[in-house]
């Protein structure tokens, strides 16, 4: 159901003359129906998309998008790559990468959206895990389902293999066994389980735990951060004559929608909930405060992709053993979202963006 409540607005540097010059077009004539496919259930690291149908950006661009949620039981890269399914799909690049090379899809990257990693992994600072180097001895929580490789492939480079000179251990996606001490360090994204610790009372305290309370490794600094979040389309799809202009339009209002977030978080945690997040609005905060600096500053312009970025995902998938080869040419293409930055009358880049800061509440709520 499209929202017609609420009037495009423009806040800071948000598109305001796109919609402007889409509306009258957009309402005179039928909207194209297309649907998109997230990779999880409703919360902030999707609140550009609900931003972006909400605050009317796709329908100024002629579009009625449809969001699909995700979950433990929806996999964004196969739904995605169903003929009949959902025109976009969100997901991390290796998931997609992974399914290619089998032969079971013909998703293309058409918008790298998080421009780094947000994949940590976390100990106690009484039991310190400062580093990959260290994991030696150790057992180290990680997901399953390709969610580890960062990690491994960390551990790798510093000559480790799991089950060999540590133990790897496979976590539920929460802290439990971080927070009941059951692994020496865990597995977190920036926006989702660390918080998690931080929300959770140190029964030694009474208080909340802290950041002191914790040793951080962060995946981007160590330099095994793989290509998370991004905007995928069947090649099948994009070659139907009209579909690459619909492509365009469908990332122009996303872009808006992601623009329109850095500059009001507060209103895109309220999209967030309002699309039917069962998360607490603390939780919330943090994460839209987390997922933020992941996407800005871009640099090359939102929706960029960095060569050096996807050379060292794939390289990673093929130490893995997940790729049998290199992608085929067209794994990615660039010119769909230079033509949506280039309909975008507004900041694309983030150049002056800073880092917000919430406040950590119990239990994130």
Known sequence: MRNTRRPIIAVGATGLLLAASFGTTAQAQDLTPVSVVLQWVPQAQFAGYYAAKEQGFWEALGLDVTIVDGGPDVAPQVVGSDPNGPEFATSWVPRVLAVVDQGQSDLVNIAQIFQRSGTLSVSWADNPVTSHEEFEGK????????????????????????????EKAIQPFDMSLLLNREVDAAQAMIY????????????????????????????????????????????????????????????????????????????????????????????????MNEVNPLIWPAPAGIGALDEDAWNTTVSIMKDAGLLTKDPAEGAYRTDLAEQARALIEGDTTGEGFVRGTVEVTPGGE
């Open 139 to 166: 057992k180290i929580g990680v997901w399953d389902f390709g969610n580890e490789f960062e990690v491994t492939a960390a551990a790798k480079a510093a000559g480790f293999e799991p089950g060999v000179h540590f």
């Open 192 to 287: 989702n389980e660390y918080a998690q610790v931080l929300e959770t009372v140190n029964p030694e305290t009474g208080e909340l735990y802290q950041p002191e309370d914790l040793v951080v490794i962060d995946y981007n600094e160590v330099g095994t951060a793989m290509l998370q979040d991004a905007i995928h389309a069947r090649a099948s799809w994009l070659a139907e004559p009209g579909n690459e202009e619909i492509a365009v339009k469908f990332l122009a209002g996303a872009f808006q929608g992601w623009m329109f977030c850095r500059d009001n978080p507060e209103a895109c945690v309220q999209a967030t909930v309002d699309a039917g997040s069962t998360l607490g609005l603390g939780h919330q905060r943090w994460m």
